[in-house]
């Protein structure tokens, strides 16, 4: 099984900031990542899949990088609405597909 | 456009059962695979299962095999969760989610099982 790690678990930022998040995999996956967002009361959604592809709809401040075992989620220019607890998932090494244990975004 | 209707979630006692529906519109469940994920507050995001297209590859996570079975209504376009002999460890808020190949591209809204004397 493909253990999935996150750091930090919680990033505390400010308005219009860049923001890193950081997903290492015990594993190789290729590119084989999704970043999915979470906000408070919701279901998550995917905003990121090959590690930097965008999903439709979600806005240019969002980037994805990485290859093998280190993953990055970038958020530039941070806005309220990115207050959320972001996760990263591989679909490499399967079954299980695994999540890392999220990073929450607060202002 | 996708879109994942659940229903289903309650309140059960241990060791009893509950079948968890999300009616899937925007594609038919013939073309792609779907998973069943939950969330708890001690595990986080947690895969449960996934049957495959053709229902022929179906796979379960360790803490439910035996217990739990994905099957679907494809006269209906539903997909089902069948949960038999719950546990408190079960409770948590289930998701179903469509696949594009391997991949997740849509979640549902979520159906909270508490699994609770």
């Known amino acids: 099984e493909t253990v999935m790690t996150q750091s930090p678990d919680t990033l505390s930022v400010s308005l219009g900031e860049r923001v890193t998040l950081s997903c290492r995999a015990s594993?190789?996956?290729?590119?084989?990542v999704l970043w999915h967002q979470q906000k408070h009361g919701q279901a998550p959604r995917v905003i990121i899949y090959?590690?930097?592809t965008r999903a439709t709809g979600v806005p240019a401040r969002f980037s994805g990088s990485g290859s093998g075992t280190e993953f990055t989620l970038t958020i530039s220019d941070l806005q309220s609405e990115d207050c959320a607890v972001y996760y990263c998932?591989?679909?490499?090494?399967?079954?299980?597909?695994?999540f890392g244990q999220g990073t929450k975004v607060e202002i | 456009q996708v879109q994942l209707v659940q229903s289903g979630g309650d309140v059960v006692q241990p060791g009893r059962s509950l079948r968890l529906s999300c009616a899937a519109s925007?594609?038919?469940?013939?073309?792609?695979?779907m998973h069943w994920v939950r969330q708890t507050p001690g595990k986080g995001l947690e895969w449960v299962a996934v049957?495959?297209?053709?229902?022929?590859?179906?796979y379960y996570a360790d803490s439910v095999k035996g217990r739990f079975t994905v099957s679907r209504d494809l006269a209906k376009n539903i997909l089902f969760l069948d949960m038999d002999s719950l546990r408190p460890e079960d409770t948590g808020i289930y998701y179903c989610?469509?696949?594009?190949?391997?991949?997740?591209?849509?979640w549902g809204q979520g159906a909270l099982v508490t699994v609770s004397s």
């Open positions: 090959d590690a930097s």
């Open positions: 925007g594609f038919t469940l013939t073309s792609c695979a």
């Open positions: 989610a469509k696949l594009e190949y391997a991949r997740i591209d849509y």
């Open positions: 049957i495959s297209y053709d229902a022929s590859n179906n």
């Open positions: 594993q190789g996956v290729r590119n084989n």
């Open positions: 998932q591989q679909y490499d090494d399967w079954p299980p597909w695994t």
